[in-house]
Structures are given as structure tokens and as C-alpha cells.
């Protein structure tokens, strides 16, 4: 069954970095565009990140940008989201998400395996 499984959350302060890792198992997921996104409380979910399967391309949303970085090692069947200078509205259920063939732009609709979230907290 295929499964992914973030980790990596926590408490952190503003300024601080932090970095999620999403590990997938029960299927190879190399073939698939992955995504990082994240529910804040009382807010639907959004995109924060994404990688297209082949690599080329990612897509990072405004809020994020030049802060954030996806990236994912094959071999190990795990996508990573480091992020830094962290502020406290980056506060949120993060969560790791896979789309087979998709793009990197690939709407939330279309992505068929989720985790189960990681909770990150930044205090000002």
C-alpha cells in the first residue's frame, strides 16, 4: 500500500530553519510530481512547493519563494522541504503530497497520495 509519511515539524523560532522530509514506501514514486502543502488553522489547504517528477521544474508559492527549497532523492524514495528565515505565518499543517506525471503547476485536485501532516510552529 502505498504510503507517505512526513516528519521533521516542530517548534521553532522566527529567523529559525527547519527542514521536513516526506518518505514514500509501497510504491516507487519516481514517476511522480511531488508537493509540499499546508493548512493553517481555520484556512484551507494551500501549495507552498512543488517538484515535477522528471526534476526540471518546481513552483513555489509567492509567500515562500526565495525562502523555501524541494528537492528529493530518488534512491532514498524521499522529498525534502528546508525552510528557512521561518516567520510566525508560516504556522501550519504541512503536508506531503505525490501526482503521477503531473506538473510542478499541477492543481491540489489532482494529487492522488497524501500524508498524514506534520505540525510547524514559529513563534515571534
Known amino acids: 500500500q502505498a504510503q507517505l509519511v512526513e516528519s521533521g515539524g516542530g517548534r521553532v523560532q522566527a529567523g529559525d530553519s527547519l527542514t521536513l522530509s516526506c518518505r514514500a514506501s509501497g510504491r516507487t514514486f519516481s514517476t511522480y510530481t511531488m508537493a509540499w502543502f499546508r493548512q493553517a488553522a481555520g484556512k484551507g489547504r494551500e501549495p507552498v512547493a512543488a517538484?515535477?517528477?522528471?526534476?526540471?521544474?518546481?513552483n513555489y508559492s509567492d509567500s515562500v519563494k526565495d525562502r523555501f527549497a524541494i528537492s528529493r532523492n530518488i534512491a532514498k524514495n524521499t522529498v525534502y522541504l528546508q525552510m528557512n528565515n521561518l516567520k510566525p505565518e508560516d504556522t501550519a499543517v504541512y503536508y506531503c503530497a505525490a501526482n503521477p506525471y503531473g506538473s510542478a503547476s499541477a492543481p491540489i485536485d489532482d494529487y492522488d497520495f497524501w500524508g498524514q501532516g506534520t505540525q510547524v510552529t514559529v513563534s515571534s
Open positions: 517538484l515535477s517528477w522528471r526534476g526540471f521544474s518546481t
